[in-house]
């Protein structure tokens, strides 16, 4: 399990980062989302919860008051033309795809070769769980699609002669509701099923997962597949559109996308914009609600599975289970995997019902082709980059640093190929205090940020502006359930 140092006050603080050293580098078992290792100081309760509610009424007030015309779509962005050649030079891309190719299948192989090794000592559990799934996140939301741009399956699609599109094979009816379900099932594999214990179980995943990526990309064609069939690059795309790096942002009026595509694959010429107002040019997929909703609910899932009541619960359920004569690991799967389901639904049932509340209630237009809880649904991606980081800031700062000392030993054998297989991990790289913090800002900030872009559509979309402040008062009850509920999972859930 998860080694954590829990702390309830500041002034423990001194305490707690004395621990932290001694409590992360004890090898455990497997986390249930990767790898052991994260230890978050967590925050305190009283002042920060009503901080952040009055954060976000003071903000709800703000954007009522002084945001009356839209705005984001009229941000202008600086044009860099130099940066676009040099990254959409072929060779380069084709190096950058072949790299990432060659880490994956080195990866891949780690997981079978890896012998006797514990999971954090190959390279498979680290590149999956915390570069790929956890460090993507970040990147992505500063400098656009570059997972979309250096994916790795890109060579051997074009290998087996995929072609770029293959029009018609997928229609705009399907949506996204495969990679939403690739979404669901990795979490699934990430959170509930101890996956990362069984490297030759990873090693297959991944196999499957390159099987079924290069064979969709010979049906649908690569790009059609890249942007809405690979749930990595459906998800981490979405995420690209906060950067502040891709395509001009839309003027006031114009037209969106006629369809949801990595911007990093656009011929359009890179720009530097405004953060966050890439997302207003998103025309929403079909689907995007469900996932973003499985993306919230099973980040909320894992900060509520961490809890005092729910791993006292658990054990509860389990003696009787054990009591009755049940197999106490199918139980614990199944009550894990009930709750995780359960976490999914309430998140997107949220988020479509509350969808739903503003666009009635303000008498709302929709965008072409989408609902009302789609047409807002840009603003929900901060939320979903700002969980990722309050939840793992830490787990990614801490367990990032195993990627250098695994290049050089991959396979766990003692290997040293580039110099850098004895880094270890540096505890003291970022204290307690500065972890409090960035779990309180992300969270806080996210949520903020949610408001001003529901706000702006809302004003985009209205057909009585006397009605903006009243669609959007589902929008703050809901984002300050949102907060307050992020806050106890880093709080007194794990106290």
Same mark, same amino acid.
């Given at each position: 399990?998860?080694?954590?140092?829990?702390?309830?006050?500041?002034?423990?603080?001194?305490?707690?980062?004395?621990?932290?050293?001694?409590?992360?580098?004890?090898?455990?078992?497997?986390?249930?989302?990767?790898?052991?290792?994260?230890?978050? !100081?967590?925050?305190?309760? /009283?002042?920060?919860?009503? *901080?952040?509610? =009055?954060? %976000? $009424?003071?903000?709800? #007030?703000?954007? @009522?008051?002084?945001?009356?015309?839209?705005?984001?779509?009229?941000?202008?962005?600086?044009?860099?033309?130099?940066?676009?050649? !040099?990254?959409?030079?072929? /060779?380069?891309?084709?190096? *950058?795809?072949? =790299?990432? %190719? $060659?880490?994956?299948? #080195?990866?891949? @192989?780690?997981?079978?070769?890896?012998?006797?090794?514990?999971?954090?000592?190959?390279?498979?559990?680290?590149?999956?769980?915390?570069?790929?799934?956890?460090?993507?996140?970040?990147?992505? *939301?500063?400098?656009?699609?570059?997972?979309?741009?250096?994916?790795?399956?890109?060579?051997?699609?074009?290998?087996?002669?995929?072609?770029?599109?293959?029009?018609?094979?997928?229609?705009?009816?399907?949506?996204?509701?495969?990679?939403?379900?690739?979404?669901?099932?990795?979490?699934?594999?990430?959170?509930?099923?101890?996956?990362?214990?069984?490297?030759?179980?990873?090693?297959?995943?991944?196999?499957?997962?390159?099987?079924?990526?290069?064979?969709?990309?010979?049906?649908?064609?690569?790009?059609?597949?890249?942007?809405?069939?690979?749930?990595?690059?459906?998800?981490?795309?979405?995420?690209?559109?906060?950067?502040?790096?891709?395509?001009?942002?839309?003027?006031?009026?114009?037209?969106?996308?006629?369809?949801?595509?990595?911007?990093?694959?656009?011929?359009?010429?890179?720009?530097?914009?405004?953060?966050?107002?890439?997302?207003?040019?998103?025309?929403?997929?079909?689907?995007?609600?469900?996932?973003?909703?499985?993306?919230?609910?099973?980040?909320?899932?894992?900060?509520?599975?961490?809890?005092?009541?729910?791993?006292?619960?658990?054990?509860?359920?389990?003696?009787?289970?054990?009591?009755?004569?049940?197999?106490?690991?199918?139980?614990?799967?199944?009550?894990?995997?009930?709750?995780?389901?359960?976490?999914?639904?309430?998140?997107?049932?949220?988020?479509?019902?509350?969808?739903?509340?503003?666009?009635?209630?303000?008498?709302?237009?929709?965008?072409?082709?989408?609902?009302?809880?789609?047409?807002?649904?840009?603003?929900?991606?901060?939320?979903?980059?700002?969980?990722?980081?309050?939840?793992?800031?830490?787990?990614?700062?801490?367990?990032?640093?195993?990627?250098?000392?695994?290049?050089?030993?991959?396979?766990?054998?003692?290997?040293?190929?580039?110099?850098?297989?004895?880094?270890?991990?540096?505890?003291?790289?970022?204290?307690?205090?500065?972890?409090?913090?960035?779990?309180?800002?992300?969270?806080?900030?996210?949520?903020?940020?949610?408001?001003?872009?529901?706000?702006?559509?809302?004003?985009?979309?209205?057909?009585?502006?006397?009605?903006?402040?009243?669609?959007?008062?589902?929008?703050?009850?809901?984002?300050?359930?949102?907060?307050?509920?992020?806050?106890?999972?880093?709080?007194?859930?794990?106290?």
């Amino acid at each position: 399990m998860t080694a954590r140092a829990h702390r309830r006050a500041p002034t423990r603080i001194g305490v707690a980062a004395a621990s932290l050293a001694t409590c992360l580098a004890l090898p455990g078992a497997a986390a249930a989302h990767g790898l052991s290792g994260r230890a978050d !100081l967590p925050v305190p309760v /009283g002042m920060f919860y009503w *901080a952040a509610a =009055a954060t %976000l $009424l003071v903000s709800f #007030v703000l954007l @009522a008051v002084g945001w009356t015309t839209p705005r984001v779509g009229r941000h202008r962005s600086r044009p860099l033309p130099r940066l676009t050649r !040099l990254l959409r030079t072929p /060779g380069l891309r084709l190096a *950058a795809q072949l =790299a990432s %190719l $060659l880490l994956f299948l #080195v990866g891949t @192989a780690s997981a079978f070769l890896g012998g006797e090794a514990r999971p954090d000592q190959v390279m498979a559990p680290v590149l999956v769980f915390v570069i790929l799934w956890v460090g993507m996140v970040p990147i992505q *939301a500063i400098f656009g699609d570059v997972w979309g741009a250096i994916h790795p399956m890109r060579p051997l699609a074009r290998l087996v002669g995929a072609p770029e599109y293959a029009t018609g094979r997928m229609p705009p009816r399907w949506g996204v509701h495969l990679a939403t379900a690739g979404i669901i099932a990795f979490t699934w594999l990430e959170l509930v099923y101890p996956t990362v214990s069984n490297l030759p179980l990873l090693g297959t995943l991944m196999v499957a997962w390159a099987v079924l990526t290069v064979a969709g990309m010979r049906w649908a064609g690569i790009e059609t597949w890249l942007a809405r069939g690979e749930p990595f690059a459906v998800y981490l795309g979405l995420l690209a559109r906060i950067a502040p790096l891709g395509p001009p942002a839309p003027s006031a009026g114009a037209p969106r996308a006629a369809d949801h595509h990595q911007e990093a694959t656009s011929s359009a010429p890179l720009q530097l914009r405004a953060p966050f107002v890439g997302a207003a040019a998103l025309r929403p997929p079909l689907g995007i609600v469900a996932l973003l909703g499985a993306m919230i609910g099973s980040i909320s899932y894992d900060g509520f599975s961490e809890t005092p009541w729910f791993t006292r619960q658990l054990s509860i359920w389990l003696a009787e289970a054990q009591g009755r004569g049940l197999d106490v690991e199918l139980t614990r799967l199944g009550i894990r995997s009930l709750w995780f389901v359960a976490f999914i639904l309430a998140a997107a049932l949220l988020l479509a019902g509350f969808g739903e509340l503003c666009g009635r209630l303000g008498r709302l237009r929709r965008l072409p082709g989408a609902t009302h809880p789609g047409s807002m649904a840009h603003s929900l991606l901060p939320i979903v980059v700002g969980y990722v980081i309050a939840h793992y800031f830490s787990y990614l700062v801490f367990q990032g640093q195993l990627f250098l000392s695994r290049l050089s030993d991959p396979f766990g054998r003692g290997w040293d190929l580039f110099g850098t297989a004895g880094m270890g991990v540096d505890y003291t790289v970022v204290g307690p205090e500065t972890i409090w913090y960035v779990q309180v800002v992300s969270i806080v900030g996210a949520h903020v940020v949610a408001l001003a872009l529901a706000h702006d559509r809302a004003l985009e979309l209205a057909g009585e502006r006397s009605r903006v402040t009243l669609s959007q008062v589902p929008m703050l009850i809901l984002m300050l359930c949102f907060t307050l509920a992020g806050m106890w999972f880093l709080s007194e859930g794990l106290s």
